[in-house]
């Protein structure tokens, strides 16, 4: 097992080029090598096939990029993806177990971009970057946003997201999403703008959903914070169960009275804000 350390001495930039590491012979390109950017600015941006490593560590005091930010990414697949990296501008591509985010990027720029990968958990845990997962070949199994009060999350892009979500939880910060077929979301806190993308149970308890989609949610439970509709554009938007509780908010006062929620609300308290005009069954 070997572990490159990044330098850049090359100057080519290239990911292949034994003299851009360390040990100045080879390259990270197995399973038992891992590859660590933990400092400097030079920036690594093409390599010359798909690799798959060990595991990519990018630290907080490298200021350099990976990939190029309006273009090509870099295919590096592996176990872990650990980035508290301190360039804007990151674009990976590949399969990983885990990917780690905690990253004090505070940029107009992406801190990290991973186009069409495939991650099985997704952990943000801190700091103020954004990290985009996008592209139209995606799957991911768990997001987690954890005590990341600045960061923001973006999922899918605008009618070319994220195949599958099965997990996804957050308590802080801001996720937004876009094209994402999710089978749990669970909001503890933070913003969660839901533009695209069906869901088959939505848990809030607290924080604030923005639903803007005009796609299905199964079901629906609120036992603390707010579930926004208000600003929701979209001609229909059906909510199959909902439950509301003390403590939460359920707000449909779109002015167009695009919500149906099936099989009406199972009412045990809270704020329920329908549009004028409107009837609903509630139990």
Known sequence: ?????????AGDGLWQTATNWDLASGNPDGVDDDAVFSSGAVSCTGVDSAKTIGNLRIGSGYTGILGVTAGTAITVSGTTLDFSGGGAGHNIQGTWTNVDVNTSISSTLNALRMTDSTITTLTITGGDGTVF?????????????????SSKLI???????????????????????YGVVS?????LGGVFKDYEGTTATMHIYDGTVEHKSSSTITT???YGGEFDGSTNTNASCTITNT?????GEVDLTSGLENYTLTNG???NGGNFSPDKGTTWTIS
């Open 183 to 187: 089978g749990e979301v669970t909001i």
């Open 1 to 9: 097992m070997a572990t490159y350390t990044w330098t850049g001495g």
């Open 155 to 177: 999922l899918g892009i605008a009618g070319n997201g994220v195949a599958s979500i099965t997990n996804l939880t957050m308590d802080s910060g801001e996720i937004t999403r």
């Open 133 to 149: 997962i996008d592209g139209g070949n995606l799957g991911l199994t768990t997001v987690n946003q954890i005590g990341a009060q």
């Open 265 to 267: 609300l199972v009412y």
């Open 243 to 247: 439950t509301l509780y003390q403590g």
């Open 220 to 222: 629906l439970v609120v």
